[in-house]
């Protein structure tokens, strides 16, 4: 159970960087050249550590393709 707890909350993380990219904020400013990040990184309460799930988006090209790579390896997890 707590197993898939952890992969949710990782999910979560994901769908969330999607809606900050998604947001005017970060749109305009990358339309204006902005060098814009947005990371997905998850507290893990094991061990206290951040996590970085592979999510980092930093321009509007390929983000379809970074989200579904993320998703991916949040299943592969879940399957391993």
Same mark, same amino acid.
């Given at each position: 159970?707590?197993?898939?707890? /952890?992969? =949710?909350?990782? =999910? @979560?993380?994901?769908?969330?960087?999607? @809606?900050?990219?998604?947001?005017?904020?970060?749109?305009?400013?990358? /339309?204006?050249?902005?060098?814009?990040?947005?990371?997905? =990184?998850?507290?893990?309460?094991? #061990?206290? &550590? &951040?996590?970085? &799930?592979?999510?980092?988006?930093?321009?509007?090209?390929?983000?379809?393709?970074?989200?579904?790579?993320?998703? #991916?390896?949040?299943?592969?997890?879940?399957?391993?």
């Amino acid at each position: 159970e707590q197993e898939g707890t /952890a992969r =949710l909350s990782e =999910l @979560n993380v994901v769908e969330q960087v999607m @809606n900050v990219c998604h947001t005017s904020i970060i749109k305009d400013a990358w /339309a204006r050249g902005q060098g814009v990040g947005v990371h997905g =990184l998850i507290y893990g309460i094991n #061990d206290g &550590l &951040l996590h970085n &799930l592979g999510i980092s988006i930093t321009g509007s090209d390929g983000v379809s393709e970074i989200y579904q790579g993320a998703v #991916d390896a949040v299943f592969k997890k879940s399957n391993a």
